[in-house]
């Protein structure tokens, strides 16, 4: 998302046809990621009996999202020295959401990769993050 955003507002700054070319295979890569990455994340959010109205909602906003693009450089028109620099920072302003969104999404699947897999919930611990407290074993104290 940052290598797009930067190729975008680059191409603000210059005239020259080949290091057009340049930014706009950084940016294409760039998207291609963040395009494989979201139908990867979006269909792993969902489990089975809501997947298909997750990935509906998902291609819907994508294609509305599709569309503002062409509208949103037409409004910025009249800013013509502007018009990258603004479609750039937009992409800088989704960071925190996309940012917030996935550390919320890890927590979650951590927690339940611990319920299913009744992993520890320390390295000195030898009982499971599972298991009620009163079973669990107490924490073995070194020798030297």
């Given at each position: 998302?940052?290598?797009?955003?930067?190729?975008?507002?680059?191409?603000?700054?210059?005239?020259?046809?080949?290091?057009?070319?340049?930014?706009?295979?950084?940016?294409?890569?760039?998207?291609m990621l963040l395009f494989t990455i979201g139908e990867a994340w979006v269909t792993q959010l969902a489990d089975?009996?809501?997947?298909?109205?997750?990935?509906?909602?998902?291609?819907?906003?994508?294609?509305?999202?599709?569309?503002?693009?062409?509208?949103?450089?037409?409004?910025?028109?009249?800013?013509?020295?502007?018009?990258?620099?603004?479609?750039?920072?937009?992409?800088?302003?989704?960071?925190?959401?996309?940012?917030s969104s996935t550390a919320i999404r890890t927590r979650s699947l951590r927690k339940?990769?611990?319920?299913?897999?009744?992993?520890?919930?320390?390295?000195?611990?030898?009982?499971?993050?599972?298991?009620?407290?009163?079973?669990?074993?107490?924490?073995?104290?070194?020798?030297?």
């Amino acid at each position: 998302m940052i290598a797009a955003a930067l190729a975008t507002i680059a191409m603000q700054f210059t005239m020259n046809l080949w290091l057009w070319a340049a930014l706009r295979v950084a940016f294409g890569a760039a998207l291609m990621l963040l395009f494989t990455i979201g139908e990867a994340w979006v269909t792993q959010l969902a489990d089975d009996s809501t997947r298909g109205r997750v990935v509906a909602i998902y291609a819907t906003n994508f294609t509305l999202f599709q569309m503002t693009g062409p509208v949103l450089v037409s409004a910025v028109g009249g800013l013509p020295s502007m018009r990258f620099a603004v479609c750039g920072a937009i992409f800088l302003l989704a960071l925190p959401a996309l940012a917030s969104s996935t550390a919320i999404r890890t927590r979650s699947l951590r927690k339940q990769a611990n319920t299913v897999t009744g992993a520890r919930c320390c390295r000195a611990c030898r009982h499971s993050s599972s298991a009620p407290v009163s079973s669990r074993s107490s924490i073995p104290s070194r020798s030297r």
